[in-house]
């Protein structure tokens, strides 16, 4: 008896060219997605909740930043070639005028995600990818423990997701106010919670 060997299935990875493309043909019509290592992943619908913190902590932002910076709400960024995060908010220096037809910031001085059920995801996933593009600053508002986790200090660790991780995680509760990175400023916990 003759044995064939079949190959074994595949995983097609996206690159943000092409996702690109999928989405200008309308193929995302209607569905929150973004491109992670590849792969497409839808997003949870928003719950008022999560609206209104995302909205709570682009005021205390953009109170922190003034005009210098634009404080970007849940538009990409281009990490690498396989990857384009539209995280809850980002900070990049310079104005919107600054980024026209220059394609997706590339970093961001400052990055916000909000996150009740996807909390693992956001902690280990998107921690790795924002920690492996240099982003110094990544801030959790958990909306399950209502704190705000702030993770600083991106450094290499093949164990993790993108080989990276944060190496400073500090858990700010109620009443706890954060140095806002670039800034003179402080952001108080309870202004950003529901």
């Not at 690109?20 to 309308?26: E, F, Q």
Request: charged share 25%; hydrophobic share 40%; aromatic share 8%.
């Amino acid at each position: 008896m003759q044995t064939t060997q079949t190959a074994m299935p595949r995983t097609r990875r996206w690159t943000c060219e092409e996702f690109g493309r999928l989405a200008d043909l309308g193929f995302f019509r209607g569905r929150r997605v973004e491109l992670i290592a590849g792969r497409i992943i839808e997003l949870a619908p928003q719950r008022d909740v999560h609206t209104a913190v995302v909205a709570l902590v682009h005021r205390a932002l953009m109170s922190s930043y003034g005009e210098d910076f634009w404080v970007r709400v849940q538009f990409p960024l281009a990490l690498g070639r396989r990857s384009g995060p539209e995280p809850d908010l980002s900070v990049v220096p310079g104005s919107l005028r600054d980024y026209i037809g220059t394609g997706h910031p590339t970093s961001a001085l400052l990055v916000v995600e909000v996150s009740d059920t996807p909390l693992r995801y956001d902690r280990r996933t998107k921690g790795g990818l924002y920690a492996k593009h240099g982003i110094q600053d990544y801030w959790i508002v958990n909306l399950v423990d209502r704190a705000v986790e702030v993770y600083r200090a991106a450094v290499p660790d093949p164990g993790c997701p993108f080989r990276h991780r944060y190496d400073s995680v500090a858990h700010f509760k109620s009443g706890d106010s954060i140095a806002v990175p670039g800034t003179n400023s402080r952001l108080h916990v309870t202004d950003v919670l529901p």
